[in-house]
C-alpha cells in the first residue's frame, strides 16, 4: 500500500505547495519590479484565491459542460502525470517509466489540447479565440521541446529520466548544451500559459479561455497553470540541472531547491520579458527558436559521437 | 481477475465507446477529441502489454495530431470556427458495411489464427529493438511514409492558408447560400454597377 500512497502523497504536495509558492514568488517579483507599494499585504495572494473561491460560478448558453468542467482538472491531472515520472533520488522515483522524456512530450502536447477544450467549452467567442490562439502557439513551441529533450537524451542514450540524470554526474547539460534550458524555458512559460506566452488567457481578449468563467472555476484554472509549471521545473531541473545530484544535502532538497530556481527564474521572465502578439510570437518559434533548438540538437549529437 | 485484466477491460470498453460516439456527434471539434479519448484508451493498453515506447508514443502523436486534424477540418469547412452543428457521417451505408466486415476479418483473425506461445522475455528491451528495427532494415520503407506524410502537411497548410501561391484565396469565390441557389451567405450585398462578376439571380 505504501508503494502507492507515499509517492501520489509527494507528487500532489509538491504540486500544491509548489502551486502557492509560485502565487507568491510571483507577487513578490511584481512588488519588487513595481516598487514595495505592495510588499505590505504579504497575504494577497491567499486572500485573492478565497476571494475567487467564495465568488459564485457562472455559466453561459448552450455551453460545451463536460469538457469545460474537465478542462482544468485534466490539466491538473496532466502537471502530476509529467511530475510523477521525475525521480527524487536514485531509490525513489515516483513512476519507474523507461520512456519518461516521452511521457513529458505527451504532456505538453495533451496541454495544449486541454487549454483550447477551456476555450471551446464555455460556447463563447473571446474564450474561443484564445483557445486558437494557444493551438497556434501551442503546435509552435512543442516542436522547439521536442529537439531540446532529444538533445537531452542523446548523451544518455536512454529515454528515461534517471539515465538523463545519471549522465550528467560530470557536467550538467546546462554547460554542455547552452542553447537547452533557454529554449526549454521559453517552453515551459507556454506550457503555464504564463508572461508572455499567456496567449490564452490575455487581456486583450478580456481574460481569453477565462472570460466567462468565475469563482471555484477560476480559481481551479489558475491552481491547474501554477502546478503545470511546477511540474515543468522538475523536468527542466532533472533535464538540465542535475535533478537530484548535488553534494552534501540529500537528493529530494536539491531537486526542491532547483525547482525553486527554476520557477523563480520562470516567475522572472513572465514579468520582464516582452510581451509579443501571437501571430509575432509563431513566426519567431518557426524562424528562429526553431532553427535554434536544431543547432542545440546537432550540437548534443556531435558532442555524444 | 487481476487489476491488468480489469484496466484492460475498461479501457477497451472507453476505446469502443468514444470511438462509436465519433460518429454520433455532430461537431468537428467534439469528433476530433473523441478519437483522441479512444486512441488514449488503445495507448494505455499497448503500455498493459508492455510496449512502452509505442504506447506513450500514441498518446503524444494522437495529441498532436487530432488538435491539427481538428484546426484544419474547421480551417477547410465554411463553418465559423468549427460552431455549426453538422453532421459527421458520409456514405454511411457503405461505411457500415464496410465497418462490419472489416470487424469480422479482424475478429476471426484473433480468435482462428493460431498464434505462437511466447510470452515476452523479462531481459527485453523494446524500446532499444523498436529503435533498431526503425533505423535498419526497415529504415526504406518508415523514411518513405515520413517524406510523404511531410509533403502532405506541406500541401494542407498551403491549400488552406488563405496567402496562397496564386493571390488571397477567397478573392472571387463565391460562399454557398443558406437554400440551394440562394444566396451566398455571409457575403455583404454586391450592388450590380460596382460587382464584375455576373450573378446568376
Do not use: C
Not at chain 1, 517579483?29 to 476571494?51: C, D, E, K, Q, T
Amino acid at each position: 500500500m505504501t508503494e502507492i500512497l507515499l509517492p501520489t502523497i509527494v507528487v500532489l504536495a509538491t504540486l500544491l505547495a509548489g502551486s502557492v509558492v509560485v502565487a507568491f514568488l510571483d507577487h513578490a517579483v511584481a512588488g519588487i519590479i513595481a516598487g514595495s507599494s505592495s510588499r505590505g499585504r504579504l497575504l494577497a495572494p491567499l486572500s485573492r484565491a478565497a476571494m475567487l473561491w467564495l465568488r459564485p460560478d457562472s455559466t453561459t448558453e448552450h455551453p460545451d459542460a463536460l469538457l469545460w468542467r474537465l478542462a482544468p482538472a485534466a490539466y491538473l491531472a496532466l502537471a502530476a502525470l509529467g511530475l510523477a515520472v521525475v525521480p527524487w533520488s536514485a531509490d525513489f522515483v515516483p513512476v519507474t517509466l523507461p520512456t519518461g522524456i516521452v511521457l513529458w512530450g505527451a504532456v505538453e502536447a495533451l496541454a495544449t489540447v486541454v487549454i483550447f477544450l477551456n476555450g471551446w467549452g464555455p460556447n463563447a467567442p473571446l474564450p474561443l479565440l484564445g483557445g486558437y490562439r494557444h493551438v497556434a502557439a501551442g503546435l509552435s513551441y512543442i516542436l522547439v521541446s521536442m529537439f531540446v529533450l532529444i538533445g537531452v537524451a542523446l548523451p544518455a542514450e536512454s529515454l528515461a529520466f534517471d539515465a538523463v540524470i545519471a549522465s550528467q554526474q560530470g557536467l550538467w547539460n546546462l554547460v554542455r548544451q547552452p542553447l537547452g534550458l533557454p529554449l526549454f524555458l521559453i517552453v515551459g512559460l507556454g506550457l503555464g500559459v504564463w508572461g508572455p506566452l499567456r496567449f490564452a488567457d490575455a487581456d486583450d481578449l478580456a481574460g481569453g479561455t477565462t472570460a466567462e468563467s468565475s469563482g471555484p472555476r477560476r480559481l481551479a484554472w489558475a491552481l491547474a497553470r501554477t502546478a503545470m509549471l511546477v511540474a515543468f521545473s522538475a523536468v527542466a531541473a532533472s533535464a538540465f540541472l542535475g535533478g537530484w545530484l548535488g553534494p552534501w544535502l540529500p537528493g529530494p532538497v536539491w531537486l526542491l531547491l532547483k525547482m525553486l530556481l527554476v520557477l523563480t527564474l520562470l516567475v522572472l521572465l513572465g514579468r520582464v520579458l516582452a510581451r509579443v502578439s501571437p501571430e509575432r510570437f509563431v513566426g519567431l518559434a518557426w524562424l528562429v527558436l526553431l532553427p535554434l533548438a536544431f543547432i542545440d540538437l546537432l550540437w548534443a549529437g556531435l558532442l555524444a559521437l | 481477475m487481476s487489476w491488468i485484466d480489469l484496466a484492460f477491460y475498461v479501457l477497451a470498453g472507453i476505446a469502443v465507446y468514444s470511438g462509436w460516439r465519433v460518429f454520433r456527434t455532430d461537431s468537428m471539434v467534439r469528433a476530433s477529441f473523441l478519437l483522441l479519448l479512444s486512441f488514449l484508451a488503445v495507448g494505455a493498453v499497448m503500455l498493459l502489454l508492455g510496449a512502452v515506447y509505442l504506447g506513450v508514443a500514441l498518446f503524444f502523436m494522437m495529441a498532436v495530431e487530432m488538435m491539427v486534424m481538428a484546426l484544419f477540418m474547421v480551417m477547410f469547412m465554411m463553418n465559423p470556427a468549427g460552431l455549426n452543428p453538422m453532421n459527421m457521417v458520409h456514405q454511411p451505408r457503405l461505411a457500415a458495411v464496410a465497418g462490419v466486415v472489416a470487424f469480422l476479418a479482424l475478429a476471426a483473425t484473433a480468435l482462428l489464427a493460431d498464434f505462437p506461445e511466447r510470452p515476452v522475455p523479462t531481459g527485453a528491451e523494446p524500446v532499444r529493438a523498436l529503435g533498431t528495427e526503425l533505423l535498419g532494415d526497415s529504415m526504406l520503407v518508415f523514411e518513405s511514409a515520413g517524406v510523404t506524410l511531410l509533403a502532405t502537411m506541406i500541401g494542407v497548410v498551403v491549400l488552406s492558408a488563405r496567402s496562397g501561391r496564386f493571390g488571397p484565396s477567397d478573392e472571387g469565390s463565391r460562399p454557398p447560400g443558406l437554400e440551394p441557389g440562394g444566396e451566398p451567405a455571409g457575403a455583404p450585398h454586391e450592388s450590380p454597377s460596382t460587382g464584375g462578376h455576373a450573378h446568376p439571380h
